[in-house]
């Protein structure tokens, strides 16, 4: 079955701090899509990253980087310099095919809040 | 700007008294979604659609029901509401039904159900 933890509820840091956000996924497909989305306090759902399972090449956007490991099966997250702008509700997502609808299936999130 | 709409953002109802939560797109896509969010569970399906006149079931498509008459809307419809799906409800739309393509989500509803 296709499934996304998210094992970390949530996450406090101190501005400025590195901060790591942990996904594994279960997966029975051999090309599968991940997605990370943020939520801020505002609410909406904010699509931050996509990513397929054939290209293990770290990503980094910022002060956002993104370290997919097939062999581990994890696509985690880090905010470098954590701002208090980051302090937000981070989604970690995987995409079924289109005979499982074309749903993704989400981790439960992880809160992420930033103090100064 | 490409968007997609949710009307009304915030809702407080009562059991029994049907409502209905419109999504609109303006981005011509095929796919449109809906989602339920609560505290622990993240993100679950309710229905989606493939296209006009095409809806289906997600993982918790109870007590709730659907309809795309037109590429744009798909409207949610609680025939009969009751408290356990008082929730945070997203819709989402996607270009084409390419396991790629990013959902793109509305602004959320956000429904109490007394």
Redo the contacts between chains.
Sequence with gaps: AQK?T?AQ?EISVVEKEDVTLDCVYETRDT???L?W?KQPPS???V?LI?R?SFDEQNEISGRYSWNFQKSTSSFNFTITASQVVDSAVY?C?L????EY????V????TILRVKS | EAQVTQNPRYLITVTGKKLTVTCSQNMNHEYMSWYRQDPGLGLRQIYYSMNVEVTDKGDVPEGYKVSRKEKRNFPLILESPSPNQTSLYFCASKATLNQADTQYFGPGTRLTVL
């Design positions: 996304v998210q509820t090309t599968y899509y997605f989305y609410g909406e759902l699509f996509r397929n989604f997502a995409s079924e095919g289109r609808g074309n749903k993704l989400f981790g439960a999130g």
